[in-house]
């Protein structure tokens, strides 16, 4: 069985936008992997915390986000949570959750990069410091995007 890129919710919608730009080197460079394996087919497996986008680090036993000053405890969780439900909507499909798998094609990334840009499931995206470069993305129409480019 191949095995399964493993997304927080949020991070949905972070693919839609994805430029390969991020934080550090490193970062792009395992996004643009992930993007990747995405694009080829793999499987999303929906995880709760850290997943295969963030670059982690182990504290005391426990893999942390190293960008979680951007991503703050306090509030991902919420709209990882925001991210899921609207993702499930547009998709026409029961509300996922932790565990939930799903693969994205053209069609799927094509229906949500709309919704996106027509402001029906950016609401996670709101305090989010990239929020102003990935309307600008969807105001180009997702012109630069990895995911799918046209």
Same mark, same amino acid.
């Given at each position: 069985?191949?095995?399964?890129?493993?997304?927080?919710?949020?991070?949905?919608?972070?693919?839609?936008?994805?430029?390969?730009?991020?934080?550090?080197?490193?970062?792009?460079?395992?996004?643009?992997?992930?993007?990747?394996?995405? #694009?080829?087919? $793999? +499987?999303?497996?929906?995880?709760?915390? &850290?997943?295969?986008?963030?670059?982690?680090?182990?504290?005391? @036993? %426990?893999?942390?986000?190293?960008?979680?000053?951007?991503?703050?405890?306090?509030?991902?969780?919420?709209?990882?949570?925001? #991210?899921?439900? $609207? +993702?499930?909507?547009?998709?026409?499909? &029961?509300?996922?959750?932790?565990?939930?798998?799903?693969?994205? @094609? %053209?069609?799927?990334?094509?229906?949500?990069?709309?919704?996106?840009?027509?402001?029906?499931?950016?609401?996670?995206?709101?305090?989010?410091?990239?929020?102003?470069?990935?309307?600008?993305?969807?105001?180009?129409?997702?012109?630069?995007?990895?995911?799918?480019?046209?």
């Amino acid at each position: 069985m191949q095995n399964a890129v493993r997304l927080r919710g949020h991070h949905l919608l972070c693919i839609l936008c994805y430029c390969g730009e991020g934080y550090t080197p490193a970062f792009v460079e395992n996004f643009n992997a992930v993007v990747d394996q995405i #694009a080829n087919g $793999a +499987v999303i497996e929906i995880v709760s915390g &850290p997943d295969d986008i963030c670059v982690t680090l182990r504290v005391d @036993g %426990r893999d942390t986000c190293e960008h979680a000053k951007v991503c703050p405890k306090k509030s991902v969780g919420k709209n990882d949570a925001l #991210a899921l439900d $609207a +993702v499930s909507r547009t998709l026409h499909m &029961p509300t996922l959750k932790a565990g939930d798998r799903l693969k994205l @094609g %053209r069609r799927s990334v094509t229906a949500l990069r709309r919704a996106f840009a027509n402001g029906e499931i950016s609401r996670p995206c709101q305090k989010c410091p990239w929020q102003d470069f990935c309307s600008r993305i969807a105001v180009e129409n997702f012109s630069g995007v990895r995911l799918f480019p046209k």
